[in-house]
């Protein structure tokens, strides 16, 4: 089993859609998560971490469930710009490595 | 405040030949990593250093060599160039150990 798996899409949704993401990890000891944007050919960006309480930037939300080791990100009214592939990175301490998934590639359509 | 720097941006290397890779931050993170990035496998860590004067080995650490005699800098060294090696670097840095990473721009290599 990947240590981060993502379901690699693509997803294709019309703009203004609600559109949602689900990463899992094997790691119960992981701490620290986050969603990363990554455009065609350039390098990821942090779209937002992800805290226990679950946490809100705009029209992007984000949640951890422990219990299941997954965590998600809600995108709503989407927008072109918005078309781009998705990461999720996990942290598990002591050992100060990153684990990525292979990201989520989305697309946005008029 | 112009992050993490990495050159060069795109380079071409024939099989054997040997470079470095440059990554510079202005953050002062202590801790710096380098990722190789190759379709359908995400990203990869090849070394990484938690402060000045110590490296550790990632996940696919073979045919690369790391330094960190500055806490600003962070160079990657292709020993022999293989074709296997053709891939997309990214260099990173963290603040701390639990925090989000900066990535430079990314290098783009190509053995042939």
């Known amino acids: 089993r990947k240590e981060v798996e993502q379901d690699p899409g693509p997803f294709n949704v019309p703009e203004g859609a609600t559109v949602a993401f689900n990463c899992t990890y094997s790691?119960?000891?992981?701490?620290?998560f986050f969603w990363y944007r990554q455009d065609c050919r350039k390098e990821p960006k942090l779209l937002m971490s992800v805290y226990s309480s679950g946490n809100e930037d705009g029209r992007f939300t984000a949640q951890l469930n422990r219990a299941s080791q997954y965590i998600s990100l809600l995108i709503r009214d989407s927008k072109l710009s918005d078309s781009a592939t998705y990461l999720c990175v996990v942290c598990a301490g002591g050992n100060e490595k990153l684990t990525f998934g292979t990201g989520t590639r989305l697309t946005i359509i008029p | 405040n112009a992050g993490v720097t990495q050159t060069p941006k795109f380079q071409v290397l024939k099989t054997g030949q040997s470079m470095t890779l440059q990554c510079a931050q202005d953050?002062?993170?202590?801790?710096m990593s380098w990722y190789r990035q190759d379709p359908g496998m995400g990203l990869r860590l090849i070394h990484y250093s938690v402060g000045a004067g110590i490296t550790d080995q990632g996940e696919v650490p073979n045919g690369y060599n790391v330094s960190r005699s500055t806490t600003e800098d962070f160079p990657l060294r292709l020993l022999s160039a293989a074709p296997s090696q053709t891939s997309v670097y990214f260099c990173a840095s963290r603040e701390q150990v639990m925090t989000e990473a900066f990535f430079g721009q990314g290098t783009r290599l190509t053995v042939v």
């Open positions: 953050m002062n993170h202590e801790y």
């Open positions: 790691n119960s000891a992981s701490q620290s």
